[in-house]
């Protein structure tokens, strides 16, 4: 079986959210399952030399944008037994970033394209296409107008896996013809039209022949009006044809017991270094070192979506009744960033705000923190609460998408769960959970309990590979 995977990011070459993760590690897992899956991708000029320099190019080529034509050069590289393919063009990615610029949608256009012109040019016939996020949604319609006659093209299937719904790739009507060079017809309701605009991500919801996303709380959620952005019609019309199938994480990149940024390894079978992982973080971040003070943990984008109006609401009221330290990295939003600021200085010595991103450090608040606190106001997957999980940190999460499917609150009766949870998005239930979690926290057998579940719980991507392999067995004869 033969799939091609087609995105605008991938680990780890360049990586922004979960969207690099998913098309860096599931490759590989659906490797021993008999898949042969290659990733094509944009060859960003921030993409670092020592990728570049290894890479060849194969072919060069010319790829229509609506009525001009561009130049395409493809380059292949091998890496970890993967074959990668970039496609050049310097017009459209020789950018500082990947996104959030005036033409992303003539960008992204010519990579959907050019994923398809390019396949006799590398001599790849995939069984199968699968494109991720609305950069790609687009690559159904422009099989079935362009390419779908020609005999070598006439068996491709199409797999389009929703990451984020609330980006969706919407541009102005003439953007049928300019960019994408398809005919009137196209810019209605059952294809490509979406409240008058030529929508990315509701052609590949439309008419690809799958349509997936990255859990199957957020895949019952976006059929609803609270968190279809408007597609939800369209998503419940997919019926069947929609599944959620949970991300997993590198479960050998990311692994306490061997993760070279720590400054002590552990294991399920070993817990008791953590607690020297738990002192050094307190001594890096200027935190008082004492590992009977709980230390709650929060790595991720500074944006209302991850909760933390939630979390700056009760900040003080945590941190005046309980005996708590609060460690934070991230960046995003300037005004959050400053809130932030300006309660880690009210707290001094007891709250830290590390406004930027930092791997190592990331690493070492998921292995020195005792919880970790993520209470999204939705969350298509969600990567952290895994990687707190993998490192042995307890997350304290709202139930919402991914983050439901994969964080089970404690309960004291029966002593199942491996975190714990809240529904209502307020910042009163959030902060009655966290309290919660201290107080269970402080219980020693329960915390060792809990401690050793999360350090021996499978998050890889085993499982979710093996869902995936049998939806493309589904499609193909």
Same mark, same amino acid.
């Given at each position: 079986?033969?799939?091609?995977?087609? /995105?605008?990011?991938?680990?780890?070459?360049?990586?922004?959210?979960?969207?690099?993760?998913?098309?860096?590690?599931?490759?590989?897992?659906?490797?021993? @399952?008999?898949?042969?899956?290659?990733?094509?991708? +944009?060859?960003?000029?921030?993409? &670092?030399?020592?990728?570049?320099? $290894?890479?060849?190019? *194969?072919?060069? *080529?010319?790829?229509?944008?609506?009525?001009?034509?561009?130049?395409?050069?493809?380059?292949?590289?091998?890496?970890?037994?993967?074959?990668?393919?970039?496609?050049?063009?310097?017009?459209?990615?020789?950018?500082?970033? %990947?996104?959030?610029?005036?033409?992303?949608?003539?960008?992204?256009?010519?990579?959907?394209?050019? %994923?398809?012109?390019?396949?006799?040019?590398?001599?790849?016939? +995939?069984?199968?296409?699968?494109?991720?996020?609305?950069?790609?949604?687009?690559?159904?319609?422009?099989?079935?107008?362009?390419?779908?006659?020609?005999?070598?093209?006439?068996?491709?299937?199409?797999?389009?896996? *929703?990451?984020?719904?609330?980006?969706?790739?919407?541009?102005?009507?003439?953007?049928?013809?300019?960019?994408?060079?398809?005919?009137?017809?196209?810019?209605?309701?059952?294809?490509?039209?979406?409240?008058?605009?030529?929508?990315?991500?509701?052609?590949? *919801?439309?008419?690809?022949?799958?349509?997936?996303?990255?859990? +199957?709380?957020?895949?019952?959620?976006?059929?609803?009006?609270?968190?279809?952005?408007?597609?939800?019609?369209?998503?419940?019309?997919?019926?069947?044809?929609?599944?959620?199938?949970?991300?997993?994480?590198?479960?050998?990149?990311?692994? &306490? %017991?061997?993760?070279?940024?720590?400054?002590?390894?552990?294991?399920?079978?070993?817990?008791?270094?953590?607690?020297?992982?738990?002192?050094?973080?307190?001594?890096? @971040?200027?935190? $008082?070192?004492?590992?009977?003070?709980?230390?709650?943990?929060?790595?991720?984008?500074?944006?209302?979506?991850?909760? #933390?109006? @939630?979390?700056?609401?009760?900040?003080?009221?945590?941190?005046?009744?309980?005996?708590?330290?609060?460690?934070?990295? /991230?960046?995003?939003? &300037?005004?959050?960033?400053?809130?932030?600021?300006?309660?880690?200085? $009210?707290?001094?010595? $007891?709250?830290?705000?590390?406004? /930027?991103?930092?791997?190592?450090?990331?690493?070492?608040?998921?292995?020195?923190?005792?919880?970790?606190?993520?209470?999204?106001?939705?969350?298509?997957?969600?990567?952290?609460?895994?990687?707190?999980?993998?490192?042995?940190?307890? =997350?304290?999460?709202?139930?919402?998408?991914?983050?439901?499917?994969?964080?089970?609150?404690?309960?004291?009766?029966?002593?199942?769960?491996?975190?714990?949870?809240?529904? =209502?998005?307020?910042?009163?239930?959030?902060?009655?959970?966290?309290?919660?979690?201290?107080?269970?926290?402080?219980?020693?057998?329960?915390?060792?309990?809990?401690?050793?579940? %999360?350090?021996?719980?499978?998050?890889?991507?085993?499982?979710?590979?093996?869902?995936?392999?049998? #939806?493309?067995?589904?499609?193909? +004869?």
């Amino acid at each position: 079986m033969k799939v091609l995977f087609v /995105g605008a990011e991938c680990a780890p070459f360049l990586k922004t959210g979960g969207l690099g993760d998913v098309l860096g590690a599931l490759p590989a897992a659906l490797k021993p @399952l008999g898949v042969e899956a290659r990733v094509m991708l +944009p060859l960003y000029t921030s993409i &670092p030399e020592r990728y570049r320099s $290894r890479m060849k190019t *194969i072919a060069e *080529i010319r790829v229509s944008v609506g009525w001009r034509y561009a130049y395409c050069g493809i380059k292949e590289l091998e890496q970890d037994g993967i074959i990668y393919y970039f496609l050049d063009n310097e017009q459209y990615f020789k950018r500082g970033s %990947a996104y959030g610029h005036d033409d992303d949608g003539e960008r992204f256009a010519f990579l959907c394209r050019a %994923a398809l012109e390019a396949l006799p040019a590398i001599g790849y016939w +995939p069984d199968l296409i699968h494109g991720h996020d609305w950069h790609t949604g687009m690559i159904p319609a422009l099989l079935r107008h362009h390419y779908s006659w020609r005999q070598e093209y006439a068996g491709i299937k199409t797999v389009f896996t *929703i990451h984020n719904l609330q980006y969706q790739g919407n541009y102005p009507p003439h953007a049928l013809g300019d960019l994408l060079g398809l005919p009137p017809h196209y810019l209605t309701y059952d294809h490509v039209e979406f409240y008058g605009s030529v929508s990315f991500m509701k052609a590949g *919801i439309q008419l690809s022949d799958r349509v997936t996303t990255v859990s +199957p709380s957020y895949a019952r959620e976006i059929t609803t009006p609270e968190y279809g952005c408007g597609m939800e019609g369209t998503l419940r019309s997919r019926g069947d044809s929609l599944v959620g199938i949970v991300n997993g994480i590198d479960d050998v990149l990311y692994n &306490p %017991a061997s993760d070279s940024q720590l400054q002590a390894r552990y294991s399920g079978d070993a817990p008791e270094a953590k607690l020297v992982c738990k002192t050094a973080l307190q001594w890096e @971040l200027g935190l $008082r070192e004492d590992v009977e003070v709980p230390l709650i943990g929060m790595v991720g984008r500074l944006t209302d979506q991850k909760g #933390l109006p @939630l979390v700056l609401e009760q900040l003080d009221e945590l941190m005046h009744s309980e005996n708590v330290q609060l460690a934070l990295l /991230g960046t995003g939003d &300037p005004h959050l960033e400053h809130l932030f600021r300006e309660a880690e200085h $009210r707290h001094k010595g $007891r709250v830290v705000s590390y406004i /930027g991103f930092d791997d190592g450090l990331a690493r070492r608040i998921y292995a020195g923190s005792d919880l970790f606190l993520m209470p999204s106001q939705f969350e298509p997957c969600g990567i952290s609460q895994l990687l707190a999980l993998r490192y042995g940190s307890l =997350p304290i999460v709202r139930e919402t998408g991914g983050l439901r499917d994969t964080v089970h609150s404690y309960n004291e009766y029966t002593g199942e769960g491996n975190g714990f949870s809240f529904a =209502p998005y307020n910042s009163w239930d959030m902060l009655y959970t966290v309290r919660r979690a201290l107080a269970l926290w402080r219980n020693q057998e329960v915390r060792q309990k809990l401690l050793t579940r %999360a350090l021996q719980g499978d998050y890889s991507w085993n499982r979710s590979a093996q869902q995936y392999k049998e #939806l493309y067995e589904e499609l193909l +004869p």
